[in-house]
């Protein structure tokens, strides 16, 4: 059981829009705690997409955003394209002094 | 580029011990802590715990406590991840990840990953 709350999946034909939530509590996110957010493939390394909530790395296209509002904390992708079918995670920090990861999100790309 | 190494992949019986390291390039090693995370099969992103390579002082994740201990060298920018008192659920892929600090930081770059089998 994961301390931060994602969806298991969400699907999207290509070019549209999908919302992954991550919801949390006043004890990490609620607490002010800011949300990063990370792309996994199968067998490979997470990658950051996301971090401080908002900000996008370099390299990371601008179809990807974030943002944090009370105890949850979303990630957008607009104009789905079918290289984007992979594992999301949400992350932050608890006030027991621990990382926390939400369970993951399986975005499908019909 | 900043780089992380990981060890080759382990297989240990229940109760045994693994330790895998991560060898960092590209940057100064005591700039960054190092966290470790894993992936069970089929299951999402643990948090287990970081090690500040300047000081070596850690944090370890309560579920952890115990039986886990994080080390390193600084000779060779080369951080330790010891796990003890293996169990069948400890199989997992293990990875490390730099941090500007705490666990309230953001992980990047990862290390590619480190499988750990544990089977009788």
């Known amino acids: 059981q994961s301390v931060l709350t994602q969806p298991p999946s969400v699907s999207g034909a290509p070019g549209q829009r999908v919302i992954i939530s991550c919801t949390g509590s006043?004890?990490?996110?609620?607490?002010?705690?800011?949300v990063h957010w990370y792309q996994k493939f199968p067998g490979t390394a997470p990658k950051l997409l996301i971090y401080?909530?908002?900000n996008r790395p370099s390299g990371v296209p601008d179809r990807f955003s974030g943002s944090r509002s009370g105890t949850s904390a979303s990630l957008a992708i607009t104009g789905l394209q079918a290289e984007d079918e992979a594992d999301y995670y949400c992350?932050?920090?608890?006030?027991?002094?621990?990382?926390?990861f939400g369970g993951g999100t399986k975005l499908t790309v019909l | 580029q900043v780089q992380l190494v990981q060890s080759g992949a382990e297989v240990k019986k229940p109760g045994a011990s693994v330790q895998v390291s991560c060898k960092a390039s590209g940057y100064t090693f005591t700039d960054y802590y190092l966290h470790w995370v894993r992936q069970a099969p089929g299951q999402g992103l643990e948090w287990m715990g970081w090690i500040n390579p300047d000081s070596g002082g850690t944090k370890y994740a309560q579920k952890f406590q115990g039986r886990v201990t994080m080390t390193r060298d600084t000779s060779i920018s080369t951080a330790y991840m010891d796990l003890t008192r293996l169990r069948s659920d400890d199989t997992a892929v293990f990875y490390c990840?730099?941090?500007?600090?705490?666990?309230?930081?953001?992980?990047?770059?990862w290390g590619q990953g480190t499988l750990v089998t544990v089977s009788s």
């Open positions: 992350q932050s920090y608890d006030s027991s002094q621990s990382g926390v």
């Open positions: 006043s004890s990490n996110i609620g607490a002010g705690y800011d």
């Open positions: 990840a730099t941090a500007l600090g705490e666990a309230y930081n953001w992980f990047d770059p």
């Open positions: 401080g909530n908002s």
